[in-house]
């Protein structure tokens, strides 16, 4: 129903004293608002509208993973196939007939995707046979033709929808999405006239002024659920009298321009119902969450009764804080409810007499993926207006791989929780999963409460790196030309004369010093005086300047503490520069956007990777190399054998000072991975690398999706068995021979007890 | 670790690439014993075969800190030695084939945003082929998105390995697409 001004005035009322204080009422306030300013009606007008508008969009933006490729030898447990189609919605049928549907039978999945228009063209849904075993999928077949499919990509995953600035925390509800108790309660207890009044409810304001008087306090509001929504939109929290006619105004003028359920569903969403830190919860499907833990159709009457008697006031009947005003509260609805013939007397008495049951974890985010959502909103903040967003419809494919994603949670919090076991300390994590090709990242884990909105250590915590910087040391070293691999660099003791005549004499990890051993020794095992001294031959100014190539996008001052990793970087920052050195020298800003596009049109926007060259090949060759003998005979050897034997990867460990930082960076052929252990407050959490964040990481890389690094050697060069550990000419099967690239035309000498001719 | 279990796992290793030569690595007593890495093409393994065992090999022990006490003998050129560790190139994975195929029908009738998209997913599936990186620059020359295509015509050519037909074809991309940029 439609309400407007002159109904106001044509009003009916029964009783004549009523309606002649309710027609001077209302002449007074018509006075008012022709007096005052046109303009600031109009403005409060367009004011109200914008509002009311953004939260209300008919098509909402939703947001979208990258969508599971499936050909033969992919990565893939069935149960994890399996998994994955129950989330897209797949249903479990005895005959696969209808797109949408499966069946299984142990190692075989049969079923016909969905069609889905992608942002390459629209794919027909498509019948496929798979057989799984061990983790891949052996065989893909075309189940109409029965024959050989070569690769069958399903629909994605929708992850949510995205909400535009200050909106972007809320579970928005469709109509359909209300319970319709939820409804019903809500009217009976704050605005049982809301059908029927224009937006202001006079005969509500006398009542509760009669009440208020004879109980000589404010104990009724008798704002309508349009004054309050008003008041919520506009964000004002003073009880003035103009403030309130304003309010008044804008809930006139709102009630002129929609229908009276668009602004129910409106203020179902957007109703103030408590504070989690500085977060407000706003709406019912949030509140609901975070009071509940569940979905607002999942809840029962009593837990209705005392989200609803949450409006009057959200942090006095807070029921966290307040647990026993929050029962009187919620009691005091429910016989609301029986009063106003909503509920039988037995049903309100049953829940009267049940416990609040609150949810005691940590409030879930209304998304499933909030820190890499948190990335997917800055990207797009970046790329669109809010006013862009707001207008909606829009779809966003992103990067995210799901199945990545859910092992990265897991490991992390797992293994987190084994080492607080034996240290007794409270730890904290991140990680960041990369695509390698195309630089997009798969996966962020901002903390160990992956579902906590909270802080984002994957994009905001920077620590020092430690020797994760090494590698652009030596890369630096290398490019100079004045270094190989088997260069010999001398691990010894010194002292480096500061600016300023102060003097620093930095150690090693263990303190022990080797002398002169290979280049590739130094980097693999982690020598800090030998990068001390390769570092300040190249020059730190040019180590800082290969950081900032590599993809570093802040200034890093060139100190000679820089060497060792005296630079603090966010998980995501080392996961940029070492996504360079993974992609053969290449530099491609990480992203998680893969396409934007208004629903069901041609893209506006693709992002694909912009690569740039950053770094010599034959420089970036020899360093991977080295981060792949490393994890055989240096800082990574401990998890080599966790590894899958054909496995071959490259990886750094980092170590701060007194433990306090754990950083793993390392990446096979099409994946990069970077762990961070630490604690908030920068204590020491008696962790190394190697003993720390490397062991998330190898159990990560041992079971998702991926390939080995094995790219071809540079021109020109070419790959010798050298010995690890003297860095000379060796066989395979003698010493600690590592396949090393080097100069076609170099010549090196032989590990004597190793040549052949002796 | 006990001699003979690292006994075992380095005759695994042997038996693996199918090599004869000395039977024990030795190692530094801080460090495990780990398998080499990945074995080399097949093509060099009977030349190592053939060479006799060392005794000094099976005996001497060498510590990280102090390499070979015998000194070394002169250098020898690298390029007279059997080269290993360079992974014979896999072959072009049927999923891959096949988006290549896709991508070059997309690229005949100009829909080339598709072509690239479709170039992209068979990047994510083999990294390292170089034909996807040649593919993804002829259409970035196309789309006259010059910048990019002379850089991945760069990365299809870092990953020619020996193939000198598409190292030339990368080479002349790039040429093409430097030269426009400049313009």
Redesign the interface.
């Known amino acids: 129903m439609r309400s407007n001004f002159p109904n106001i005035m044509a009003r009916p009322s029964r009783r004549p004293v009523r309606r002649r204080l309710g027609r001077t009422a209302l002449l007074s306030l018509l006075a008012i608002v022709l007096v005052a300013p046109a303009v600031e009606i109009a403005r409060l007008d367009r004011q109200i509208q914008r509002l009311f508008e953004l939260r209300n969009w008919t098509a909402p933006t939703h947001v979208y993973a990258r969508p599971l490729e499936l050909y033969e030898d992919a990565a893939i447990t069935a149960d994890e196939l399996e998994l994955h189609l129950r989330q897209l919605g797949y249903e479990e049928v005895a005959e696969v007939g209808e797109s949408g549907t499966y069946s299984r039978w142990k190692g075989e999945i049969e079923l016909v995707s969905r069609p889905f228009l992608f942002s390459d063209g629209p794919q027909p849904a498509q019948h496929a046979y798979l057989h799984l075993t061990e983790g891949r999928v052996t065989t893909l077949l075309d189940d109409d033709a029965r024959t050989p499919l070569p690769i069958l990509r399903l629909d994605p995953l929708r992850l949510g929808r995205i909400q535009p600035g200050e909106l972007e925390d809320r579970i928005l509800l469709d109509p359909n999405e209300i319970p319709p108790l939820l409804t019903t309660a809500l009217l009976e207890v704050e605005d049982a006239g809301f059908y029927d009044h224009p937006g202001v409810d006079l005969r509500a304001i006398l009542r509760a002024a009669t009440v208020n008087l004879r109980e000589r306090e404010l104990r009724q509001g008798g704002s309508t659920l349009t004054q309050q929504l008003v008041k919520n939109l506009l964000r004002d929290r003073r009880r003035t009298f103009p403030r309130k006619l304003r309010e008044a105004i804008a809930a006139l003028l709102l009630e002129r321009r929609y229908e009276k359920e668009q602004i129910l569903v409106t203020y179902i969403n957007e109703v103030y119902l408590g504070q989690d830190g500085e977060r407000a919860i706003h709406g019912f499907g949030l509140a609901s969450r975070f009071y509940f833990g569940r979905p607002l159709d999942r809840l029962e009457l009593h837990e209705i009764a005392l989200l609803v008697g949450l409006v009057r006031g959200p942090s006095l009947y807070d029921p966290r804080a307040h647990p026993q005003q929050a029962r009187q509260r919620r009691n005091a609805v429910l016989a609301d409810l029986v009063r106003g013939e909503r509920i039988d007397l037995d049903e309100a008495v049953e829940a009267q007499e049940r416990p609040l049951e609150l949810a005691d974890h940590a409030p879930r985010e209304a998304l499933r993926y909030p820190a890499f959502m948190k990335l997917v909103r800055r990207q797009l903040g970046r790329q669109y207006t809010p006013e862009r967003l707001a207008r909606g419809s829009l779809e966003v494919f992103t990067t995210l791989d799901p199945l990545v994603q859910n092992r990265a949670e897991r490991i992390l919090a797992h293994r987190l929780h084994q080492f607080e076991r034996t240290r007794g300390d409270t730890l904290e994590g991140a990680l960041v999963v990369c695509s390698v090709a195309d630089a997009k990242i798969l996966a962020l884990v901002g903390g160990r409460v992956a579902q906590f909105a909270g802080f984002n250590r994957a994009l905001d915590a920077r620590r020092n790196v430690g020797s994760l910087i090494k590698p652009i040391v030596y890369l630096t070293a290398l490019e100079s030309g004045d270094y190989t691999l088997t260069s010999r660099v001398v691990d010894r003791p010194l002292t480096v004369r500061l600016a300023g005549g102060r003097h620093w004499t930095p150690g090693n990890y263990d303190g022990a010093y080797h002398g002169e051993m290979p280049l590739m020794r130094a980097l693999g095992d982690s020598r800090n005086l030998a990068a001390v001294r390769v570092g300040l031959d190249v020059g730190v100014a040019r180590v800082a300047e290969k950081l900032r190539a590599l993809g570093l996008t802040r200034e890093v001052p060139a100190y000679e503490s820089l060497l060792l990793g005296g630079v603090s970087l966010s998980p995501l920052e080392v996961a940029q520069v070492y996504s360079s050195l993974a992609s053969g020298g290449f530099h491609a800003p990480l992203g998680v956007l893969h396409a934007v596009r208004v629903s069901g049109s041609a893209p506006l926007s693709r992002y694909p990777p912009r690569l740039t060259q950053v770094a010599r090949h034959a420089a970036v060759f020899q360093i991977n190399a080295a981060l792949v003998m490393a994890m055989h005979y240096g800082t990574g050897h401990r998890v080599r054998a966790q590894l899958p034997e054909w496995l071959e990867v490259a990886g750094k460990t980092g170590t701060t000072n007194e433990l306090r930082d754990s950083w793993f960076a390392g990446f096979s052929g099409d994946r990069l991975g970077v762990v961070w252990i630490g604690r908030d407050d920068h204590a020491p959490v008696g962790l190394s690398g190697a003993s720390g964040a490397l062991a998330v990481w190898a159990e990560l890389f041992a079971t998702i999706a991926t390939t080995s690094y094995a790219p071809p050697p540079p021109e020109g060069w070419t790959q010798v068995w050298i010995d690890y550990y003297s860095g000379l000419l060796t066989r395979l099967g003698c010493g600690a021979a590592v396949a090393t690239p080097v100069p076609e035309d170099a010549s090196i000498a032989w590990l004597p007890r190793c040549d052949p001719r002796r | 670790m006990t001699r003979g279990a690292g006994l075992a796992l ?1 005759a695994c ?2 038996l693996l ?1 199918s ?1 004869g ?3 024990r ?4 007593p801080t ?2 014993p ?5 074995p ?1 093409a097949a093509a060099d393994s009977t030349e ?1 075969a053939d ?2 065992t ?1 005794a ?2 099976d005996s ?1 022990a ?1 510590h ?2 102090t ?2 006490p ?10 007279t ?7 014979a ?2 072959a072009t ?3 891959v ?3 290549l195929r896709e991508a070059r029908a997309a690229r005949a009738v100009e ?1 080339l ?2 072509a ?3 170039l ?2 068979a ?6 082929r170089a034909e996807i990186w040649l593919e993804l620059a002829r259409v970035r020359l196309a789309q006259r998105r010059f910048i ?1 295509g002379a ?2 015509a ?2 299809a050519r ?5 193939d000198r037909a598409l ?1 030339q074809a990368a080479r002349e991309i790039e040429r093409r697409c430097t030269a426009a940029s400049a313009e």
């Open positions: 380095v290793a042997i690439t090599l030569g000395c039977s690595a030795p190692h530094p460090v495990e780990a398998v080499a890495p990945a080399p190592l060479r006799p060392t000094a090999a001497a060498v990280p800190s390499p070979a015998p000194a070394p003998g002169p250098p020898v050129p690298v390029r030695q059997a080269a290993p560790a360079a992974p190139p896999a994975h049927p999923a084939a096949a988006l829909d945003n598709r690239a998209e479709l992209e997913r990047s994510r599936i083999q990294p390292f990019e850089q991945l760069r990365k870092q990953l020619a390995a020996g190292a």
